[in-house]
């Protein structure tokens, strides 16, 4: 049975990823604190976290995206950010690892970035 705590940890969830993937398209780090600001400040550690991820957080974030996307298959960012999130990946840590991976030539974006492509 669903409890009504569930439904508010449920959007408390959505808001929080929502809020830092709206704050990772805009590319702002400083938008990224103020959203988690705005929501009671349970995650500074990992949104400052996020803003400096480690070496070996981006490493793994890339190798989740390799083994979810297979060569030549196009999918929606936002759709693989959820995915990721809620796998327990940082979405800003995904955003970030998409940027380096289109930077790399491992993928191109398409649709004005809504959608991407793995290349190799």
């Known amino acids: 049975d669903v409890q009504t705590q569930d439904i508010a940890e449920a959007l408390r969830l959505f808001k929080v990823s929502t809020m830092a993937a709206n704050a990772a398209d805009k590319g702002g780090v400083g938008a990224s604190a103020s959203a988690g600001a705005s929501l009671g400040g349970k995650n500074n ?45 940082d979405a800003t ?13 491992e993928m191109t974006e398409r649709n004005q970035g809504r959608l991407f492509k793995r290349i190799r």
Do not use: C, D
């Not at 996307?69 to 990721?84: D, F, P, S, T, Y």
């Not at 840590?93 to 991976?101: D, F, G």
């Open 93 to 105: 840590v995904v955003m970030r690892a998409i940027a380096i991976m289109v930077m790399k030539g």
């Open 45 to 89: 550690n990992s949104i400052m976290r996020a803003a400096l991820p480690s070496r070996e957080e981006m490493l793994r974030t890339e190798t989740f995206l390799r083994s979810r996307l297979k060569i030549g298959h196009i999918v929606n960012k936002q759709r693989i950010v959820e995915e990721a999130a809620s796998q327990g990946y």
